[in-house]
Every structure is written in structure tokens, then in C-alpha cells.
């Protein structure tokens, strides 16, 4: 099977390069905005260009759309390189599908698509959004690109399109951090640790388990939309008990909003059913990970 990845150079592309690798059955390429180390199977391409088809090698079975703007500060601050990048390339990934006959798209989308008001209680693949309810730009351009990708599917029925939902993800990184890696690194750095509420809660998801997700969902025929979530709803409590247990270290945590927590549950019960999909990595296991991480890039 021969796989293009858009957007390698991604905390996730990177991620999901890594884990195809077990598959030598798998060829893998793919392109990102900048590659500083060039190949055959890995090239600098952009998204936004309409002839970003003209790229793309021959025989693709099946494009994984990654690449996006994908922080909603950068979104609002840009909107034009938002909606640009995000819907615009989008369709120009859909463009390249069509014009080389490549059977099946996965696309990389996210829950912020479900609205706050109606997040808090287990919702599912089958809400029907109601776009006037975003408030991000990021998830709006989301929702925007897979109305195309519906659209496309139902007036090409002979490719395969997966919109995936990813949750929210951490893992071993420097940077655009989730509030996992963040609160880990105040407890490790500091003596106090803010937040708004200690039961502010996610269904976090560690970037392995993501990839996994990925990979099997490109078994997936027709149209699918699905959740990739952490398998138990953390709160922001958890993530300080456990992380303090393995730093051996006691904080003093300041709530700002102690009354009202943030809470979004959102079920991955069509990722269970469809593909089998169920997190293997536990918190703990993700935030040990994490701290030798850390530990090394002090070295």
C-alpha cells in the first residue's frame, strides 16, 4: 500500500511516520510546508496551491490529511492563512484525490467541532453541529472542510472518506503543549501550579494511541466520521496527583475559576465499534514517558 502523509513535519506526522514503519508492507510519503532533509518520498509542498496535485507520486492509495493551522491563536490571528491552509487545502487535497484516482482520504479534524454548550455530556458522531455555535475559527474551518469531504463522497462514491475527530493529545514534545504537558512541566519547574478548576476534564490521548487510530481506520470504506478519545474522562486533579507522585514533589495549586470547570466528554464509541480502537496508554504511562523526556532534553 502506498500512503501520502500531508503535514510530516507535525507532532502527529511525525508520530504516525514512526508507527507505519512496522508495516513493511506500507510505502510512506509525504510533504509538509518545509522539509529540511529532502528525498524522494519526502518533500516540501504547498497545501494552498491549487497545482498542489502536480506533487503527488503516482499509484497513492490513500492520502492522510494532517497538515493544518492547527492552534486556535494562530487562527485568529490570521484568518486568511487559516481558512487558506485549512479549507482551501483541504479541497486542493480533495482536487488531487480526484485528479489521480486516489480511492481514500482520511482527514484529520478535531472535537472542537462540538460546540462548549453541548460538549459536557458524552456526545457522539451523531450530533448534527450547528456551525452558528463555534466560536473558534480553527474548528470552524474544520467543520467547513468536512462538509466538502460529505460532498465529495456523495457525488464520488467510489472513494472512501474518513473524517477523524482526533481528541485532545499529548505526548513527548517542546512545544504547543496540551494542558497534560503543561501542568507536568509547572509541577516539575515550580512550587505553585495555576489553573482555573481542578475538575476542569478531557478525555486526553497520547499521541501513540492516536497514530494507532489512524492506522486502523485506513481499513474504513465509505463514508465514517469518528471520535478518537482517551478512554476515561481525567480531570485536571488527576493529572497534578499522579504527576506529583512521580516527581516526588508537593505544589501548591491555585484555582482562578474553582466553580466553574471546563468539561468536555465526547464518546469514541464509533472508533470502538468501526475499528476496534481502544487507548492503550494509560496517564501514568504518559507522564513517566514524559518525564524522562524531559530528563534527556536537559542532557
Known sequence: MNIFIT???????????????????????????????????????????KNFFKKIPENIETIIHLAAISRDSDCSNDL??????????????IEAAKKLNIKKIIFASTEWV??????????????????SLLKSDYAKSKLISETHLKDFYESNKYHDVSIIRFGIIYGNRNSNWSAVESIFNNIKNKKIVNI?????????????????????????????????????????????????????????????????PSIRNISSYNSKKKINFRPKISLKEGLTNLNDFFNKQKK
Open 7 to 49: 503535514g510530516v513535519n507535525s507532532f502527529v506526522g511525525k508520530a504516525l511516520i514512526s508507527a507505519l514503519k512496522k508495516y513493511p508492507l506500507i510505502k510512506i510519503y509525504g510533504c509538509d510546508l518545509k522539509i529540511k532533509k529532502k528525498s524522494n518520498n519526502f518533500f516540501s509542498a504547498d497545501i494552498r496551491n
Open 80 to 93: 486568511v492563512n487559516c481558512y487558506l491552509t485549512n479549507v482551501v487545502g483541504t479541497l486542493n487535497v
Open 114 to 131: 462540538y460546540p462548549d454548550i453541548l460538549a459536557k455530556n458524552l456526545i457522539n458522531e451523531k450530533l448534527n453541529i450547528s456551525y
Open 196 to 260: 482555573g478548576s481542578l475538575k476542569t476534564s478531557r478525555r486526553f490521548i497520547h499521541v501513540k494511541d492516536i497514530c494507532e487510530g489512524i492506522i486502523k481506520s485506513i481499513k474504513l470504506k465509505k463514508f465514517n466520521i469518528i471520535n478518537l478519545q482517551g478512554e476515561e474522562l481525567i480531570a485536571l486533579k488527576k493529572i497534578i496527583s499522579i504527576s506529583q507522585l512521580i516527581l516526588k514533589k508537593k505544589v501548591l495549586v491555585a484555582e482562578s475559576n474553582k466553580k466553574n
